[in-house]
């Protein structure tokens, strides 16, 4: 698919997709509350898949030999430190228009990721099976949640890892996430999220149960508007968390 | 050049960080970005030999205890341990020269905080010596001695510098650590913002007759503040200001003259005194990169900022700039992030922009409020070392701030 794409666009094609690159990896641009928030998600992601899989970070390629699925992967922020830890990373996003963006930003780092335009749905029909799928800030964006994390279950192997974050609901995470992101600091377009679809830890321990999958931990990704840095709490999950999930071997 | 004519030697071996500058901080963050796994090239203009001169030339740092975490870190302590000398107690005070000096006008006492002393006096040929030796040992480093950068290109995809002999050395990230007049932060476009004091340090070691009690003493007089900072034995560390024209006239003088002229200044507390290594003179002068990164550049040391040497903040402020360079690439590193992105650049530039800004600018209002003879600025520092005498607490906060063990903490000094 992705060698479709490279052959049949033309030299303005390419020019306009590492303009968007640029953007996308721009860390005061238009992603800078995306970039402000990955080194926490990015802390919480490879110390989860280091402790499942017994990998020691830090060490050359810790993650050699997984396979990862990265779902709504946008320009390759979460793919490209996987691919650079040593995993045979995946990222697949709905939305056409980022993959050749990501596959050219991937190209100017010298990082093989195999970039797909397609949904987890299909992709789980399709039979694909990973050690590890991230699921990142899609689940409060999807119609039927239920659905979404049954395809997400049997996208892993047996005993495969399920790093999902989301939104929580509550009138703080309307006044910080919709209010504040999105009307006050302008970081997100207005209509990004919406408010009703947001889910509780609880109510995504339950949809995970049903889907199949054991939660296993769950910590909140808190921003200090002092410090103005983001850092992980046991604690407080108000607004953005992050889960774990095993599907049982 | 070696080879007029002909094309550039292209290495195909990539470093992972070129650094520029061999001196104290260059070999400092090469060790460190070495237990991150990343490798090093090294390049100085000065052979290895020379900047390791193993004499003792009078040369030494008052080194913060955050500064000897960071050495520590670096398996480098140990051999240095002995041939420092732990300050416990320093003394400030206020004079005028040939009077006695207001002795307590001020007393810090690392007995008062529980990590151990505020900080070591270490002579320059010791730590240089067991940088460059540990530099040598490490195979994740080459040492490029004898050899300058004539240009450098910095791109999204890497670096690449050319040196002198043709050769060009690609790597990932350049390192500045090139001293006040950094060619590096020059060849990238990175212009400076400074001023002088119209003062220029006159540095020297001293041999003295009675110990000196592991104490260090600042005494403010009027042209300008005096150190007496201990060295291993008997033996002090000497650091005294005068106007640029006074302090070239008085470098000038025979040893004789000059020991003349440095007496009256402390008195005879610590018996007779004679000269012990050599004499230095440093023009001071205030000089701050305007920005301390650049793409896939950082500044470390005296070339993001060169400053009143007046605390001995100098190499302390440039082993924290290592330190939390290091720390910043280290954690990028184990995320599997691009460490010499902009991304993480910014945060090296964004935590250590804010502490240099404010010890260049509290160093240089302390500076100017002592060497002064105005009555009411008198009266004002008087009142001042009299309520942080009497508050404790407070006391303790200069101490540890003393002791480089305020703020943020890179992992490598806590």
Same mark, same amino acid.
């Given at each position: 698919?992705?060698?479709?794409?490279?052959?049949?666009?033309?030299?303005?094609?390419?020019?306009?997709?590492?303009?968007?690159?640029?953007?996308?990896?721009?860390?005061?641009?238009?992603?800078?509350?995306?970039?402000?928030?990955?080194?926490?998600?990015?802390?919480?992601?490879?110390?989860?898949?280091?402790?499942?899989?017994?990998?020691?970070?830090?060490?050359?390629?810790?993650?050699?030999?997984?396979?990862?699925?990265?779902?709504?992967?946008?320009?390759? &922020?979460?793919?490209?430190?996987?691919?650079?830890?040593?995993?045979?990373?995946?990222?697949?996003?709905?939305?056409?228009?980022?993959?050749?963006?990501?596959?050219?930003?991937?190209?100017?780092?010298?990082?093989?990721?195999?970039?797909?335009?397609?949904?987890?749905?299909?992709?789980?029909?399709?039979?694909?099976?990973?050690?590890?799928?991230?699921?990142?800030?899609?689940?409060?964006?999807?119609?039927?949640?239920?659905?979404?994390?049954?395809?997400?279950?049997?996208?892993?192997?047996?005993?495969?890892?399920?790093?999902?974050?989301?939104?929580?609901?509550?009138?703080?995470?309307?006044?910080?996430?919709?209010?504040?992101?999105?009307?006050?600091?302008?970081?997100?377009?207005?209509?990004?999220?919406?408010?009703?679809?947001?889910?509780?830890?609880?109510? &995504?321990?339950?949809?995970?149960?049903?889907?199949?999958?054991?939660?296993?931990?769950?910590?909140?990704?808190?921003?200090?508007?002092?410090?103005?840095?983001?850092?992980?709490?046991?604690?407080?999950?108000?607004?953005?968390?992050?889960?774990?999930?095993?599907?049982?071997? | 050049?070696?080879?007029?004519?002909?094309?550039?030697?292209?290495?195909?071996?990539?470093?992972?960080?070129?650094?520029?500058?061999?001196?104290?901080?260059?070999?400092?963050?090469?060790?460190?970005?070495?237990?991150?796994?990343?490798?090093?090239?090294?390049?100085? /203009?000065?052979?290895? /030999?020379?900047?390791?001169?193993?004499?003792?030339?009078?040369?030494?740092?008052?080194?913060?205890?955050?500064?000897?975490?960071?050495?520590?870190?670096?398996?480098?302590?140990?051999?240095?341990?002995?041939?420092?000398?732990?300050?416990?107690?320093?003394?400030?005070?206020?004079?005028?020269?040939?009077?006695?000096?207001?002795?307590?006008?001020?007393?810090?006492?690392?007995?008062?905080?529980?990590?151990?002393?505020?900080?070591?006096?270490?002579?320059?040929?010791?730590?240089?010596?067991?940088?460059?030796?540990?530099? /040598?040992?490490?195979?994740?480093?080459?040492?490029?001695?004898?050899?300058?950068?004539?240009?450098?290109?910095?791109?999204?995809?890497?670096?690449?510098?050319?040196?002198?002999?043709?050769?060009?050395?690609?790597?990932?990230?350049?390192?500045?650590?090139?001293?006040?007049?950094?060619?590096?932060?020059?060849?990238?476009?990175?212009?400076?913002?400074?001023?002088?004091?119209?003062?220029?340090?006159?540095?020297?070691?001293?041999?003295?007759?009675?110990?000196?009690?592991?104490?260090?003493?600042?005494?403010?007089?009027?042209?300008?503040?005096?150190?007496?900072?201990?060295?291993?034995?008997?033996?002090?560390?000497?650091?005294?200001?005068?106007?640029?024209?006074?302090?070239?006239?008085?470098?000038?003088?025979?040893?004789?003259?000059?020991?003349?002229?440095?007496?009256?200044?402390?008195?005879?507390?610590?018996?007779?005194?004679?000269?012990?290594?050599?004499?230095?003179?440093?023009?001071?002068?205030?000089?701050?990169?305007?920005?301390?990164?650049?793409?896939?550049?950082?500044?470390?040391?005296?070339?993001?900022?060169?400053?009143?040497?007046?605390?001995?903040?100098?190499?302390?402020?440039?082993?924290?700039?290592?330190?939390?360079?290091?720390?910043?690439?280290?954690?990028?590193?184990?995320?599997?992030?691009?460490?010499?992105?902009?991304?993480?650049?910014?945060?090296?530039?964004?935590?250590?922009?804010?502490?240099?800004?404010?010890?260049?600018?509290?160093?240089?209002?302390?500076?100017?409020?002592?060497?002064?003879?105005?009555?009411?600025?008198?009266?004002?520092?008087?009142?001042?070392?009299?309520?942080?005498?009497?508050?404790?607490?407070?006391?303790?906060?200069?101490?540890?701030?003393?002791?480089?063990?305020?703020?943020?903490?890179?992992?490598?000094?806590?």
């Amino acid at each position: 698919m992705g060698n479709d794409m490279t052959t049949t666009v033309d030299a303005s094609e390419i020019a306009k997709f590492e303009a968007m690159a640029a953007e996308w990896w721009d860390p005061t641009g238009k992603f800078k509350p995306l970039h402000m928030m990955n080194p926490v998600r990015l802390d919480y992601i490879t110390t989860q898949i280091a402790g499942e899989f017994d990998r020691q970070l830090g060490t050359d390629q810790p993650f050699k030999g997984l396979r990862i699925l990265d779902i709504g992967c946008g320009g390759g &922020l979460l793919c490209e430190p996987m691919a650079r830890l040593g995993a045979e990373i995946v990222g697949v996003d709905a939305a056409a228009r980022n993959i050749p963006v990501a596959e050219t930003h991937a190209a100017q780092s010298g990082l093989q990721i195999d970039y797909r335009h397609t949904t987890a749905e299909a992709m789980a029909a399709d039979g694909e099976q990973f050690d590890v799928v991230l699921n990142m800030e899609v689940v409060e964006h999807v119609a039927d949640p239920l659905a979404y994390l049954n395809a997400c279950r049997q996208l892993l192997k047996p005993g495969g890892l399920h790093l999902c974050s989301t939104i929580n609901r509550n009138p703080k995470s309307f006044a910080m996430a919709i209010v504040g992101a999105e009307y006050v600091m302008r970081w997100l377009p207005k209509g990004t999220h919406e408010w009703s679809k947001f889910i509780t830890p609880d109510e &995504l321990y339950d949809l995970m149960r049903k889907a199949g999958l054991d939660p296993v931990d769950r910590k909140g990704y808190v921003f200090n508007p002092i410090t103005w840095k983001w850092s992980i709490s046991d604690r407080d999950l108000s607004v953005n968390y992050v889960t774990a999930a095993l599907k049982p071997a | 050049m070696d080879n007029p004519g002909k094309a550039p030697i292209l290495r195909l071996m990539e470093h992972d960080l070129i650094i520029v500058g061999g001196g104290l901080n260059g070999p400092a963050l090469a060790l460190a970005a070495a237990r991150s796994g990343l490798t090093s090239c090294v390049i100085d /203009a000065l052979p290895i /030999a020379a900047r390791e001169a193993a004499d003792f030339d009078g040369r030494s740092y008052a080194l913060a205890q955050a500064s000897k975490r960071l050495l520590a870190g670096l398996d480098l302590w140990e051999q240095l341990a002995d041939t420092a000398q732990p300050m416990h107690q320093i003394k400030v005070s206020d004079g005028r020269v040939g009077e006695a000096s207001a002795f307590l006008g001020l007393q810090f006492d690392s007995a008062e905080i529980e990590e151990g002393p505020m900080g070591y006096m270490l002579e320059d040929r010791y730590l240089r010596r067991a940088l460059l030796r540990a530099m /040598a040992d490490s195979d994740r480093i080459e040492d490029r001695a004898e050899t300058r950068v004539i240009a450098q290109d910095t791109g999204p995809k890497g670096v690449s510098i050319t040196l002198d002999t043709g050769e060009v050395i690609r790597g990932r990230l350049l390192i500045g650590a090139d001293g006040r007049q950094s060619g590096t932060a020059t060849r990238a476009g990175i212009r400076r913002t400074g001023w002088s004091y119209g003062q220029t340090a006159l540095v020297c070691a001293i041999a003295h007759e009675k110990p000196h009690d592991g104490i260090a003493h600042q005494l403010f007089l009027p042209p300008g503040p005096l150190a007496i900072l201990p060295l291993t034995g008997n033996r002090s560390s000497i650091v005294w200001s005068e106007t640029d024209s006074r302090a070239q006239a008085i470098h000038a003088l025979p040893d004789h003259d000059y020991l003349d002229i440095l007496r009256p200044r402390f008195g005879d507390f610590l018996g007779r005194i004679d000269l012990a290594g050599q004499r230095y003179t440093y023009p001071l002068n205030l000089t701050l990169a305007n920005s301390f990164t650049a793409e896939r550049l950082a500044l470390v040391g005296d070339a993001a900022h060169g400053m009143h040497p007046i605390a001995g903040q100098g190499l302390n402020a440039g082993l924290r700039d290592v330190a939390a360079l290091a720390h910043v690439i280290d954690h990028a590193v184990k995320r599997g992030e691009d460490f010499a992105s902009p991304l993480v650049l910014d945060r090296y530039a964004g935590w250590r922009r804010w502490d240099t800004a404010s010890l260049a600018a509290s160093t240089d209002l302390f500076n100017r409020l002592f060497s002064n003879d105005n009555p009411l600025l008198r009266g004002i520092r008087d009142i001042g070392m009299g309520l942080i005498n009497a508050a404790p607490a407070l006391r303790r906060g200069f101490i540890r701030e003393a002791a480089g063990l305020t703020g943020d903490l890179p992992d490598l000094m806590r």
